[in-house]
């Protein structure tokens, strides 16, 4: 008979049969591996004998095992087979009884006994550890409240997993000082320019910053259009606009009495040759041209343009940033970013000189349209293009989503929403 001409019931039967045989070959493979290590580790030992390396090589040439299964089973046999003490060389039972029991019993697959050996293992041996083993190993194996065992109860692994952290943190948690102190945030410059973003956070500044993140990459967009982004690019350009609201911010502590400022230098001859130039803070960075643009719209960089001999040809003024008034009236008129699809919102947004500042553009509402970082930052290369006409922002969108080239007036949805509303309400008047 095959597969196909089994009933439901009968090839669900044969999923459980084969499952079951799966786990017990899983712990045949454990005991054997326990063997072949202590027979290798004699002086006359078995890898040698017939001509193997080691216990590793034994079951690469004799079972095809790949090394590092082999090694993943050593060390789930560290934990589930009899022990030797190391100071009277007396015989002790497993590190994990219950967890031994039932795997070599097939009722735990070989997967669900690594994560609770795992969790479990650095926790000081005695009462509570084995009722948190007693728990994880009947919720893996599927033992109802009754003690009858239900294969189909068991927790999934990520289940598993998660019951596993609940009880290695309650019985090992450290102290709140001792978590604290681990906290730490680094940043460091890679050869390629870039700069590598590590740490630890506390819990409060995860839940900021997860909730920031979930508001600001959001990678739901309207319409069809699709964000290209990975996740942790998104949490990057996320990152930034967090980080250059917050520069922005009057709550920022203030310099020798001076608001927080980037100093962006270029050499005059550069601007006009569409070269690039260089950003400090600590010290400085090359940059090339898009990054000096866009950099050139934020309100906390300083803008210094310095001619053949290093002298000071031009430097920014208050003019060249948007005021609170200004970007309020740009935030009413375009709602959030204005390239179509995308869902970022006017909090999180920058406002772009659509004729850059940095080759005589005017910070004025006709000369302002509202961008997300990403957008801003990659307007020169991603194939949009923006222009105001009427006091509006007009896009055209890369020729690969728009081979027709054709510019179209930006419509934020709260605008279209009240123009249609107006003229519903003065056809009635009417």
Request: net charge negative; charged share 25%.
């Amino acid at each position: 008979m095959t597969l196909s001409q089994l009933s439901d019931q009968d090839l669900l039967d044969l999923v459980a049969q084969t499952g079951k045989l799966q786990r017990e070959i899983d712990a045949r493979l454990v005991e054997l591996t326990q063997e072949v290590q202590e027979r290798c580790a004699r002086e006359i030992s078995l890898a040698h004998q017939v001509g193997c390396r080691d216990a590793t090589d034994v079951w690469s040439r004799f079972a095809l095992s790949a090394p590092a299964a082999t090694k993943s089973r050593v060390r789930l046999a560290r934990q589930l087979m009899p022990r030797l003490d190391q100071e009277t060389g007396e015989k002790l039972g497993p590190a994990f009884p219950h967890t031994a029991h039932e795997f070599s019993q097939g009722n735990l697959t070989s997967n669900a006994a690594k994560v609770i050996v795992n969790s479990l293992r650095d926790l000081p041996e005695g009462e509570e550890r084995e009722l948190a083993e007693q728990v994880l190993v009947a919720s893996a194996a599927g033992y109802d409240q009754d003690g009858q065992l239900v294969p189909a109860l068991a927790l999934s692994l990520p289940e598993l997993r998660t019951q596993a952290e609940t009880w290695r943190r309650k019985l090992d948690a450290p102290s709140r000082t001792e978590t604290f102190e681990t906290r730490r945030v680094d940043l460091v410059e890679l050869e390629n320019g870039m700069f590598r973003l590590s740490g630890v956070l506390v819990a409060e500044g995860a839940a900021v910053f997860t909730g920031l993140f979930s508001q600001i990459a959001n990678p739901k967009l309207a319409g069809d259009e699709e964000d290209p982004r990975t996740p942790a690019q998104r949490r990057h350009d996320s990152l930034i606009a967090i980080g250059k609201a917050a520069a922005d911010s009057p709550a920022i502590p203030k310099r020798n009495g001076q608001p927080f400022t980037v100093i962006v230098q270029v050499e005059a001859e550069d601007v006009a040759a569409g070269r690039g130039g260089y950003i400090h803070e600590s010290r400085p960075t090359l940059i090339d041209q898009a990054e000096l643009l866009h950099a050139a719209c934020g309100a906390s960089f300083q803008f210094v343009a310095q001619g053949d001999n290093g002298q000071i040809v031009e430097l920014g003024s208050p003019e060249r940033v948007f005021t609170p008034v200004q970007r309020a009236a740009i935030a009413a008129r375009d709602g959030g970013c204005v390239i179509p699809g995308c869902n970022t919102e006017a909090a999180w947004c920058e406002i772009h000189h659509v004729t850059e500042w940095a080759r005589g553009g005017p910070t004025h509402v006709s000369n302002g349209a509202m961008l997300c970082w990403y957008h801003h930052r990659n307007l020169g290369s991603s194939g949009w293009k923006i222009r105001i006409e009427d006091g509006i922002p007009w896009y055209c969108a890369p020729e690969a989503l728009d081979p027709d080239q054709k510019w179209r007036a930006t419509q934020p949805v709260h605008a279209v929403a009240t123009r249609l509303i107006r003229k519903c309400r003065r056809r009635q008047s009417a």
